[in-house]
């Protein structure tokens, strides 16, 4: 990792942690889009599946109630107006069923059994209808309006007949009940009107009328009670019709009802599940947003840290360089690119030149003192003591002179290296290169100072002045 890091210069490791950073919290962004994408997309199926359902379930019930509506209109009045509504009003029902079977499996049984129950109430109404056709939409048409057409003739030969036949009475209390039935349907008036006919047909018969006349009253007194029957049979058949379409409709208000209470509940379920999943998903992307946050501060304090600490480092060396000549070194990486890496290794190489002067020079007063002795010395004992001194301090020149050497070997082996690699750089040389050749002549030119100061102030030792006598 320092090596990795090494490689970088502070402004490229400042841009890429901001950079990790923004990668991050991008991440997180797309993550919270992707939540809401499939949040959408929930409620989307919730629209587009379970509320469609539940739509077109209360379509299809507006839609029949507008029917059976129709429909009543049309018994209460006969008004084929309001057949034609009930047309209108399946077609729009068939529409809804339609769009109901598209939805999912489930959806398109319940349209189909919907459609069949539509299919068979439309055939009852049809067949009602057609028996009102039948019976007469008015008292003038069909059986109703040949029955009135035979009550009037009947009304009509009545009258003309004799005062003392007394059928004029029998014919109202016979239209009479024929009307109580019509606007009743009570059965009870059906054998009431028989009963009147027996008696009126037994009266014409005994009446003192010509036999022209009695066949003629006896002829329409039998019309009538024909088409009375056939209108009671009638009223029969469309009251069994009613009956049928009665049923019909009361199969498919269930089944639309049933059908809206699952599209509800449905409904309700996925409500709830998108509310918890939007819960959970919610949670999940604060954790994320904290971790995130967690990552990028953990990123922010590395980074911080591999410039500071450093930093530190060669703050502290820089103070005790001041008064003192530390041995440890910053650690530096070869081939580094950071500034901080480079500052730490030039001042690595100060330091290294402070210790080889401060080493000289104490060496050389140390020589200084020994020959100062020597020079002084008036004994044979201080002689030898100076004279060792001497040879101590000349051998510590030599080590710094010895180190020196090594020092400008390393350096010319760092200019070697990279005039060997010269070539195939295409003559060109990298940023790290020119650093180090710097850093080479510097070295170089230190160590040369340090050689010419030797060669113009160092001076032959002297033998003490006892040795001479001696001598």
């Known amino acids: 990792m320092s090596r ?15 950079g990790l950073v923004i990668l991050i919290f991008l991440g997180v962004i797309l993550h919270d889009q992707l939540a809401l994408a499939r949040l959408s997309a929930d409620y989307e199926r919730l629209h587009g599946v379970y509320g469609a359902r539940q739509s077109y379930a209360f379509g299809i ?18 008004d084929l107006d309001a057949v034609a509504e009930v047309g209108r009003e399946a077609g729009a029902l068939e529409v809804e069923a339609a769009g109901l079977a598209r939805l999912d499996e489930t959806s398109q049984r319940a349209a189909t059994e919907i459609r069949t129950l539509v299919a068979d109430y439309l055939s009852s109404f049809e067949e009602v209808v057609e028996a009102w056709r039948i019976n007469g939409l008015d008292e003038n048409s069909g059986l109703q309006g040949a ?3 035979t009550a009037h003739e009947l009304e009509a030969l009545a009258g003309s007949g004799e005062q003392a036949t007394g059928l004029e009475i029998a014919i109202l209390q016979l239209r009479r009940r024929e009307k109580d039935y019509l606007l009743r349907g009570d059965e009870t008036y059906v054998a009431m009107v028989d009963e009147i006919l027996t008696e009126t047909a037994e009266r014409v018969a005994q009446a003192p009328i010509a036999e022209r006349e009695r066949e003629a009253l006896t002829d329409r007194l039998a019309a009538y009670g024909r088409d009375f029957h056939s209108l ?24 639309v ?84 890496d480079a500052m730490a290794a030039s ?13 000289w020079w104490r060496s050389a007063m140390r020589e200084a003192v020994a020959l100062r002795d020597l020079h002084a010395a008036s004994e044979a004992s201080e002689c030898a003591r100076a004279a060792t001194e001497l040879r101590s301090a000349v051998d510590a020149r ?14 010319i082996d760092s200019v070697r290296d990279l005039v060997e690699h010269l070539p195939q750089s295409a003559t060109t040389l990298s940023a ?18 340090i050689l010419q100061a030797e060669s113009l102030h160092r001076s032959p030792p002297q033998a003490c002045p006892a040795s001479e006598e001696a001598h």
Do not use: W, Y
């Not at 090494?6 to 890429?16: M, N, P, Q, T, Y």
């Not at 009251?239 to 199969?251: C, H, K, P, S, T």
């Not at 790290?432 to 100072?449: C, H, M």
């Open 347 to 359: 001042l690595n190489v100060l330091a290294d030149h402070k210790s080889t002067f401060v080493g």
């Open 4 to 18: 990795l890091a090494s490689r970088l210069r502070i402004g490229e490791k400042v841009g890429l942690g901001f």
């Open 257 to 340: 009802e049933a059908n809206l209470v699952e599209a509800s509940r449905l409904m309700a379920t996925m409500t709830d599940e998108i509310a918890r999943n939007a819960a959970a998903r919610a949670r999940i992307n604060l954790l994320i947003a904290l971790g995130a946050t967690l990552l990028g501060a953990v990123f922010a304090v590395m980074i911080t840290a591999r410039i500071v600490r450093p930093v530190r480092k060669i703050a502290g060396l820089l103070d005790r360089m001041t008064t003192e000549t530390p041995r440890e070194r910053i650690p530096t990486v070869p081939g580094a690119r950071d500034e901080i």
């Open 232 to 255: 009671v049979e009638q009223d029969r058949r469309i009251e069994g019709l009613a009956d049928a379409m009665e049923v019909a409709a009361g199969r498919i208000t269930p089944l």
């Open 61 to 78: 019930e507006r839609r029949l109630g507008a029917i059976r509506a129709a429909q009543s209109e049309f018994l209460a009045t006969r």
């Open 432 to 449: 790290g290169d020119v650093r180090r050749l710097k850093e080479a002549a510097v070295g170089l030119s230190a160590l040369s100072k």
């Open 147 to 149: 029955f009135r057409r």
């Open 398 to 411: 030599l080590a710094c002179i010895l180190a020196v050497r090594d020092g400008i070997e390393h350096n």
